[in-house]
T-cell receptor, first 112, second 111 residues
Framework: NAGVTQTPKFQVLKTGQSMTLQCAQD?????MYWYRQDPGMGLRLIYY???????DKGEVPNGYNVSRLNKREFSLRLESAAPSQTSVYFC???????????FGPGTRLTVL | DAKTTQPPSMDCAEGRAANLPCNHS???????VYWYRQIHSQGPQYIIH???NNETNEMASLIITEDRKSSTLILPHATLRDTAVYYC????????????FGKGTLLTVNP
């Protein structure tokens, strides 16, 4: 039981490049989330998926797109990376109807 | 969701109890108090939550005042591995599962 896994762990991009952050969970959770955390700050919600087939914007969705590929996987795409998107990205999941979220180890992204 | 107020940092001696306060004076009746922590460079970890009764689990105890305007997370015997940022979060559950993280309290456990 790996919990929530994220790939890659580290990534460096140049401005304008695109990439997809992958997240998978093996806990059969309904809901999945993408957060970003800037230095010295708390986490901010980018997008979430309350259940398979649905996605909704969070607090800071601009510049990002998401895909809930199936119940296990929820990906985050940066179409044209900007230096302001340099951050640590965390994926999380939980059972629908509960508030206890389980987090992945994070992806550290630097945009030059 | 209502906001919470936490001190930015606290120190605690190893082996002693760590008491982390949280003010949430505008909490509404259906909001739970959640505590998460984030050890350096790792993803946040759930600790405990409660509505109005005190709660205890293998990690910590949560004391909520009778008026629910404040709460205290207690780590009974802090260890060096408990050094982390601790977040107090309010959430009403239901269809809104989104957690709003503030800056939290950096707890440093000293040997």
């Amino acid at each position: 039981n790996a919990g929530v896994t994220q790939t890659p762990k580290f990534q460096v991009l140049k401005t304008g490049q695109s990439m997809t952050l992958q997240c998978a969970q093996d806990m059969n959770h309904n809901s999945m989330y993408w957060y970003r955390q800037d230095p010295g700050m708390g986490l901010r919600l980018i997008y979430y998926s309350a259940s398979e087939g649905t996605t909704d914007k969070g607090e800071v969705p601009n510049g990002y797109n998401v895909s809930r590929l199936n119940k296990r996987e929820f990906s985050l795409r940066l179409e044209s990376a900007a230096p302001s998107q340099t951050s640590v990205y965390f994926c999380a999941s939980n059972w629908q109807g509960t508030d206890t979220q389980y987090f992945g180890p994070g992806t550290r992204l630097t945009v030059l | 969701d209502a906001k919470t107020t936490q001190p930015p940092s606290m120190d605690c001696a190893e082996g002693r109890a760590a008491n982390l306060p949280c003010n949430h004076s505008t909490i509404s009746g259906n909001e739970y108090v959640y505590w998460y922590r984030q050890i350096h460079s790792q993803g946040p970890q759930y600790i405990i939550h409660g509505l109005k009764n005190n709660e205890t689990n293998e990690m910590a105890s949560l004391i909520i005042t009778e008026d629910r305007k404040s709460s205290t997370l207690i780590l009974p015997h802090a260890t060096l591995r408990d050094t982390a940022v601790y977040y107090c979060i309010l959430n009403s559950g239901g269809s809104n599962y989104k957690l709003t993280f503030g800056k939290g309290t950096l707890l440093t456990v000293n040997p």
